[in-house]
């Protein structure tokens, strides 16, 4: 391929396709803050005595201090890996390999960024669990709720989200391995997502936001990716 042509250009139709899908995932995320199920669903892990497994060593110590630390350690091989490729990232361009470190970087320091700036409090704050906070929704923009805040979106699942991106770089000549990174990726999300909800420290919501901001990352970087010269 000449070096100024495009790297890759998807059918409309499949652009139509991640369209909809991110729209009704969209749509599917208003529905369920609007249901009221987040506070029903901490109600199955906690009580006004706060959440037993809040201390809990396995959620503490393996998937959520152990997962963050390797979400880490795969960003620093899959950077170094931009130079020295290995296994399914030999099958890439190298273009392709920067736009799977940039999309899972620039998730990570997204999802924080709104973590770290939200006036949203955990459930394990709130007074119906045995904290000092009321509830507030997320949605409520500066309103404090006499918590500490820097609660939403999940910035743990993001561990697991932010590498939505490789589905994106893999796809287009890799669509099976795209395919099993997406799974992966989706899981590894959900399942640390869950391990916080059961700890108190997050809403279904949460995780759920979370995820939707990554894969909008991913895409955006694709997108970007395709104009970008080789």
């Known amino acids: 391929m000449h070096t100024s042509a495009l790297a890759y250009a998807p059918p409309r139709s499949d652009t139509r396709s991640l369209?909809?899908?991110t729209l009704g995932t969209l749509l599917g995320l208003v529905l369920w803050d609007?249901?009221?199920?987040?506070?029903?669903?901490?109600?199955a892990f906690g009580s006004q005595h706060g959440f037993a497994l809040r201390e809990h060593w396995f959620l503490l110590h393996i998937m959520h201090e152990g997962a963050r630390?390797?979400?880490w350690l795969l960003l620093l091989?899959?950077?170094?890996?931009?130079w020295w490729p290995f296994g399914v990232l030999r099958r890439l361009h190298s273009q392709q390999r920067v736009q799977l470190v940039l999309s899972v970087l620039c998730s990570l320091l997204l999802i924080n960024l709104f973590k770290y700036s939200s006036s949203t409090s955990c459930p394990w704050d709130l007074q119906e669990f045995g904290g000092v906070a009321r509830y507030v929704s997320h949605w409520a923009?500066?309103?404090?709720?006499g918590g500490v805040g820097r609660c939403f979106p999940a910035g743990h699942a993001s561990a697991g989200f932010a590498f939505l991106g490789g589905f994106f770089a893999l796809r287009p000549?890799?669509?099976?391995?795209?395919?099993?990174w997406l799974v992966a990726s989706l899981v590894a999300g959900l399942v640390l997502g869950?391990?916080?909800?059961?700890?108190?420290?997050?809403?279904?919501?949460?995780t759920l936001w979370t995820g939707w901001?990554?894969?909008c990352v991913a895409w955006l970087f694709d997108t970007l990716a395709q104009r970008w010269p080789r």
């Open 19 to 21: 369209l909809l899908l």
């Open 141 to 145: 923009w500066g309103t404090a709720d």
């Open 77 to 82: 091989v899959l950077t170094v890996g931009i």
């Open 69 to 71: 630390r390797f979400a």
């Open 173 to 180: 000549h890799q669509p099976q391995a795209a395919r099993y």
């Open 194 to 206: 869950f391990a916080q909800q059961a700890r108190g420290a997050h809403f279904m919501s949460h």
């Open 34 to 43: 609007a249901s009221g199920q987040d506070r029903w669903l901490a109600h």
């Open 213 to 215: 901001l990554c894969w």
